[in-house]
């Protein structure tokens, strides 16, 4: 919660007010977070998300936990039906190494360009806006989507990236 909240990125795209807003951006986070930590899935990475920069250090802090509690077991549990600490080393080791050939795969294979995905430090409005401004003119209507269904966002831009727009486009608009 703190780095999204340091970062003014703690609510949730849904065009909702007070508590209830509130109470889903707790609810997305919460579950985001937890599914980030238990899974690795790859699409949390997003800036709506975790982001690129916070899902790579839930990544490494998860790999480093698990040689931690291997260690800290093996170490410290005394009772009768303990796993030998080898057994638990080998079958750490094995996922782990596992883990390493899958990520450097992907990483292979993926394409290039979006490979700032992973450790970027764009909030969602940040990358809202990058989508925003890179529309080709005729999609006003998915700008227009965009900033309907998101207003708390785009309000916290300033008229430099509206406005222009906004006024470029009301004659037409008024025509329709």
């Known amino acids: 919660f703190l780095y999204k909240i340091v970062r ?4 949730y795209f849904a065009n909702l007010t007070g508590i209830v807003r509130l109470a889903i951006a707790i609810f997305e986070r919460t579950t985001i977070k937890i599914m980030g930590d238990f899974t690795m899935l790859i699409i949390l990475r997003g800036p709506c998300e975790l982001g690129g920069f916070w899902f790579l250090v839930t990544v490494l802090v998860s790999l480093v936990g698990s040689f931690v509690s291997v260690h800290l077991y ?11 600490a080898q057994t638990l080393q080998m079958v750490l080791g094995t996922l782990s190494g596992l883990w390493l050939v899958s990520a450097v795969s992907f990483l292979l294979v993926m394409n290039r360009k979006y490979l700032n995905t992973f450790y970027n430090l764009d909030t969602a409005s940040d990358y809202s806006r990058k989508i925003i401004l890179n529309l080709r003119d005729d999609q006003d209507d998915v700008r227009a989507e ?10 916290a831009w300033s008229d430099d990236l509206l406005k222009p727009w906004t006024l470029k486009n009301w004659d037409r608009w008024e025509e329709e």
């Open 74 to 84: 093996s170490g410290h549990y005394q009772e009768a039906d303990k796993i030998d």
């Open 146 to 155: 965009a900033l309907t269904e998101h207003p708390d966002v785009y309000a």
């Open 8 to 11: 003014r990125d703690f609510f």
